[in-house]
């Protein structure tokens, strides 16, 4: 489940974010249930009830839908991964009781997407735009509401996907799971679609800490990671992915501390070689020899950057 940092639907009304596509989709059941086979050959389909959506939200859901992020993400899986069972993503008014956000069901067949938590994912980010600064690495053209709603929106599916990747695969985890979903959003929308993603939920989530305010005891025994801890999360993830790239947009203007940044670079590299290591062994057969090939990489990467990393560990301690 999405939540920021102990952000609970039911005791606050600002977004819970946690923060956050089509190959042929195959019919499955609303409730997402899926007989498993002996070959996996589980399907990601997004479905739209349109007639449980409320006036108020249409708008939102229509930025969504238009923007085909999450049949984009949905396509990548169906693509790339044998699931054992279909994932049926459900963008509805028709949610279980309690769910007001984005959430995965326990068995990882399902994800709600309710309406009314697009709605506020919007209207948050709409105050970002008027309030907040342009970040460089966004394009002029994309610092808008409905732009940054869609993005956000990616890297939210991203971490519901890494929920679902998770539960449906039975995949070691060695951490909060949360974090686990956090990081999967970080892998596949940095790999796959670029900064945008990532820069959208930092800039979300930044609204969202501002205003949970001071933390509560709910918000420190939350299963979710602090929301302000999450943002610096993903531009650490973001920036560790290319340095070269990233690093003045990113640390010039103080969005990424300094003091962060210099272990930035491996934490990409481990991350990035966690994910395809844990879904090597679920590739599909036509991604398998692409997969290998970037899974090879990603342990060489992470070898050269703990190296890099231990030789300036000194340097870097002292100088904090």
Known sequence: MLSSGGYS???RS???GALL???SFAVASCGGEGDKTDAPNGKVTVVYEDDTVKPADRRAVAVIRRSRVLERVAGWLNTSIALPYDLVVKVTGEVPPGVTDAVTQPDGRTVYVPPPFLTQI???LGK???TVERPALLPPSSYNVDDLTALSTQFVFGHEVGH???????LANLGLEEDAADG???FYTVNEVGPGPSLAAALLFDELAREEGRLTLEGFSSDHPVTQQRVFTFLCHLEGSDPKKYYEPLVGPGYLPKTRAPLCPQAWAMLDYGWWTQLRPHFSGAFK???DRTQEKAHERLIAETKALAEKLDEIRTGQ
């Open 164 to 170: 679902a990747l998770l539960r449906q695969l039975l």
């Open 184 to 186: 999967f959003a970080s």
């Open 122 to 124: 919007q209207g948050v």
């Open 128 to 130: 970002v735009v008027r």
């Open 9 to 11: 639907a039911a005791s």
């Open 289 to 291: 020899e692409q997969g």
């Open 14 to 16: 600002a977004v819970a």
């Open 21 to 23: 596509l089509v190959a």
